[in-house]
């Protein structure tokens, strides 16, 4: 985490961080000294280390217990939760006798979303300090939290790789076509460390966007940065002025943070300017105005507050360029914990961040809005926009310059499957979801076919998904959104099914489609199917279009299923002579043969057979005085699987 956060962040220490007054010298006496003055410091990655050096070395068990606590507090603090979970379960797993170390343990528990296990950590907590009620809310917020992940909200929150470094990447903020942003990076100014966060210290950044979602290679804003921490920008809609955080001063010795300006003249940012409310006694940071410039929230520890860090704000005349006095938001907004990173849209609803609300773990990003005077409750904007990591530093694109299908807003977090240290994400409007529920079906027997392979293809031919059906012949799937597609069944020794034609243009709400699929078996040797609805003229071969209509389905049949091979066999009556019968069915069944290789059937896979007057389905042979409806059935054109294992001509 880098320092502009940091410093704004004041967290818990659980317990006395001075171990240096043991009653007994010690041979530790000295490194452990220069631990706990890094960790006083604030310096949590370099005690951190100090610490876990020195733990190597202790014998005595009660001092290497304090030690192991400090270890993973100073992980903790320095928002390293990966390696504060391991040695706070080494912490837990020595019997370390304050119970606060139990909360502090299902509160890194749910940074990695693991909530039943945090329950069951603020459970164990409650039962050993059932006077505490933070301990029962903590366990009631697991469940709360975890229903919200089952059921997120329609935002799809991606990290933009383009911009994010294994490092601190965060506090981004739209302006002007341009993502401005902190980062400790590499590219940062200057060479020192800060020892809270063992990054460098930060600087402000600026990234061109194109098409809405493309982003260019960040640059530092020279001008504005110095060797120390810099970050945490509000800029006006032109990007010309310019409010951001400063800690430790430009030489690095200040103790506090505090808000400063400068002005974009002819292509040059003026010399930063500290805002005259601004106090070496308190930090005020994170700076964001309303959309006519009237009012500033902030962040501050200033006095009158609720507890660490509050949300404010403060009248403003840029006219005469006169500041308010600081109001705080009150009880609905801030709590004794942590508020930070305030930003105000255009319709005047303010977001920040706070630990010290129901959320999903960390900071989780929350909104209210002032009615009259006073701020309503603050509301979480709950899963996916928050999760079990730090959620903080929200912006929105202005909705003049929305782009449909890009993101509307930004924010920061350090949540897992990130690129590094905090990243910053997109947020865009999740598209509405249509699913498919269905079954296959034996057409014969009506039973379920299970292990059937479902496909859903698109217009343009590409699969979207091929998954198989249960043992009940269920399936279920998401279906895209303004395409339009086919869904396909097939099941070995079964005919594949034709494709059942789906639309999901125009599609304005969550949708569930329900389909019933049936597959015929594919047809034994002995099995001759008559194609009804080929006919002919008298005396002729050639395909009518009524008859083509029939072969087109044919057509459909052989593509669907392409290891078929087939006989394809014409059947006259009995009126004329038996060897023109003859000649005559074979004409028709070639003709038959001609139509499907022209739609893209292989040859190889149609025998054509004349059967002529050898096959009559009823009694009406020569001299049989018959009607000609009786006749007709005679006239036919029949299909007979005889192999369904074709491989095609290599």
């Known amino acids: 985490m880098t320092g502009l956060r940091n410093l704004l962040l004041f967290s818990l220490v659980l317990l006395n961080p001075v171990f240096a007054q043991q009653q007994k010298e010690n041979p530790y006496q000295f490194e452990l000294a220069k631990a706990d003055d890094a960790f006083i410091s604030k310096k949590y990655n370099t005690a951190a280390a100090l610490y876990q050096r020195l733990y190597n070395k202790i014998k005595e068990p009660e001092l290497k217990q304090k030690v192991l606590f400090k270890i993973a507090d100073s992980y903790r603090n320095s928002n390293n939760f990966k390696q504060a979970l391991k040695w706070y379960e080494e912490v837990l797993n020595s019997k370390y006798p304050d119970p606060a170390v139990i909360y502090s343990y299902g509160q890194l528990l749910k940074n990695f979303e693991r909530y039943e296990d945090a329950g069951r950590a603020f459970y164990d907590y409650s039962f050993e300090m059932p006077d505490d009620i933070k301990g029962k809310t903590a366990q009631k917020s697991c469940a709360i939290v975890a229903e919200w992940k089952a059921n997120p909200l329609k935002y799809t929150v991606k990290n933009i790789s383009e911009i994010n470094s294994e490092f601190s990447d965060y506090a981004s903020f739209y302006a002007n076509g341009k993502l401005y942003f902190t980062s400790s990076s590499k590219e940062a100014q200057g060479n020192a460390i800060f020892e809270w966060t063992g990054q460098k210290y930060s600087d402000l950044f600026e990234s061109r966007i ?330 002729k071969w050639e395909i009518r279009p009524d008859a083509a209509k029939i072969l087109d389905s044919m057509t459909v049949i052989l593509k669907n299923n392409p290891t078929l091979v087939i006989e394809l066999a014409s059947h006259t009556d009995s009126r004329a002579a038996a060897d023109y019968n003859i000649e005559l069915s074979k004409k028709r069944a070639q003709s038959c043969v001609n139509y499907l290789v022209q739609k893209g059937i292989a040859k190889d896979r149609l025998v054509p057979v004349g059967y002529g007057e050898t096959r009559l389905v009823n009694d009406c042979s020569d001299d049989v005085d018959c009607t000609e409806e009786e006749h007709q059935q005679n006239r036919r054109t029949t299909v007979r699987v005889i192999r369904s294992d074709y491989k095609g001509k290599k």
């Open 210 to 539: 194109s098409n809405g979602n493309s982003y260019s290679k960040p640059i530092p804003l020279k001008a504005i940065n110095s060797n120390f921490n810099e970050g945490v920008a509000w800029l006006d809609s032109t990007a010309t002025s310019l409010y951001f955080t400063q800690c430790n001063g430009v030489d690095g010795k200040g103790l506090k943070c505090k808000i400063l300006s400068s002005f974009l003249l002819e292509g040059t940012w003026t010399p930063p300017v500290p805002l005259p409310f601004n106090s070496d006694s308190f930090s005020c940071g994170h700076p964001a105005f309303t959309s006519d410039g009237k009012r500033m929230y902030f962040s501050s520890d200033m006095p009158g507050g609720y507890g660490q860090k509050d949300i404010w704000y403060l009248s403003f005349d840029p006219v005469r360029n006169q500041w308010g006095n600081p109001v705080n938001l009150g009880k609905e907004v801030n709590t004794p914990e942590d508020e930070l990173f305030p930003y105000a849209d255009e319709n005047g609803t303010v977001y920040y961040s706070s630990k010290g609300m129901t959320g999903m773990g960390g900071l989780d990003l929350f909104k209210t809005k002032d009615t009259l005077g006073s701020f309503k409750a603050a509301e979480n904007l709950k899963y996916p926009i928050n999760s079990g990591g730090d959620d903080f530093g929200i912006s929105f694109v202005p909705k003049s310059r929305l782009q449909y299908g890009a993101p509307f807003a930004y924010l920061t977090s350090n949540r897992e499957g990130g690129e590094g240290d905090d990243d910053i994400y997109s947020i865009a409007i999740k598209p509405y979801v249509f699913l498919v529920k269905g079954t296959v079906f034996d057409k014969a027997t009506s039973q379920p076919l299970g292990s059937a392979s479902v496909s859903l293809i698109l217009s343009n031919g590409s699969n979207v998904f091929n998954i198989k059906t249960n043992d009940k012949g269920q399936f279920g799937g998401e279906l895209p959104i303004n395409e339009l597609m086919g869904l396909q069944a097939r099941k070995e020794k079964y005919l594949t099914s034709n494709a059942l034609r789906i639309d999901s243009r125009g599609i304005e709400k969550d949708s569930t489609m329900e389909v019933a699929i049936y597959l015929d078996l594919v047809p034994n040797e002995d099995v001759e199917i008559t194609m009804q609805g080929i006919y002919y003229d008298v005396d």
